[in-house]
């Protein structure tokens, strides 16, 4: 992570054509997860997905990484190892998902409420999505990153929720971690100035209680350190002028889980 990528508008749209994929395994994910599977029955499933559309899993093997995909049910904030777990009524599932198409890698996240959750999760889901949005609107050219970390922190905090500090957001594209880190807190108007060019992978990390972390023995997987539930939301963003381009998609997503309600 030694330097900032700018990329071209020809690099944007391989990049935006690497999230189509990583958007689709998500969906794909939407339109069966249930009670009773196990969060390893998902990695095969986005495992088998993006490589049937021309991909590669982005997270296999990466620094080690032994799966496809990162699974973190409840407690768990980033980084769950698939596994026999079995998902439950009421939980909270995070599936984090990379994915590397034409040489471009691309990220993104989406916490799945499993059935009827109460109503704490509920509003943390919410919040956790409202503080992705509320970081995008201020990636735009001419800001600064302190300007997103500020608008997710706030947003959180005033929600009561804590903000996980020891995992952030970063550059994404020719490697899945570039320059800049884009932390989910910080002071308006401080920190690398954003310019058109930088794609900025935000993905807030929001815990229900406190934002205190424990990190496992597996070197991987990240809980909450009060056991509370967590979520995480990651798009993936083109600084512009004006408005930030979102090359990833939730809308494959919620049209799923929509009809999946009716």
């Given at each position: 992570m030694s330097k900032i990528y700018y990329k071209s508008t020809e690099e944007i749209e391989l990049i935006r054509e690497s999230a189509v994929v990583l958007s689709g395994a998500l969906a794909e994910i939407a339109s069966v997860i249930a009670p009773g599977m196990t969060t390893m029955s998902l990695n095969n499933l986005g495992e088998t997905f993006i490589r049937d559309h021309g991909g590669v899993p982005a997270f296999l093997n990466y620094n080690g990484f032994p799966y496809a995909l990162c699974i973190s049910p409840n407690e768990q904030i980033v980084h769950g190892f698939p596994s026999d777990h079995v998902i439950q009524e009421g939980d909270l599932i995070s599936v984090d998902c990379g994915v590397i198409k034409n040489n471009y890698y691309s990220d993104s996240a989406y916490t799945f409420a499993i059935g009827e959750i109460d109503e704490e999760r509920q509003r943390l889901v919410d919040t956790t999505m409202q503080c992705l949005y509320a970081g995008i609107e201020k990636a735009v050219a001419g800001n600064r990153v302190g300007d997103v970390g500020y608008a997710i922190q706030k947003l959180a905090e005033d929600n009561g929720f804590g903000v996980?500090?020891?995992?952030?957001g970063h550059g994404v594209g020719i490697k899945l971690h570039e320059k800049p880190e884009v932390p989910n807190y910080g002071k308006r108007g401080a920190g690398i100035k954003l310019e058109e060019g930088m794609v900025l992978a935000i993905e807030p990390m929001i815990n229900a209680g406190s934002a205190g972390v424990k990190?496992?023995?597996?070197?991987?997987?990240?809980?909450?350190?009060?056991?509370?539930?967590?979520a995480h939301y990651e798009h993936m963003v083109a600084v512009k002028k004006g408005k930030a381009d979102v090359l990833s998609s939730f809308s494959q997503i919620e049209e799923v889980l929509k009809k999946k309600r009716e």
């Open positions: 996980v500090r020891e995992l952030v990190f496992w023995s597996d070197g991987w997987t990240v809980t909450t350190k009060d056991n509370r539930p967590s």
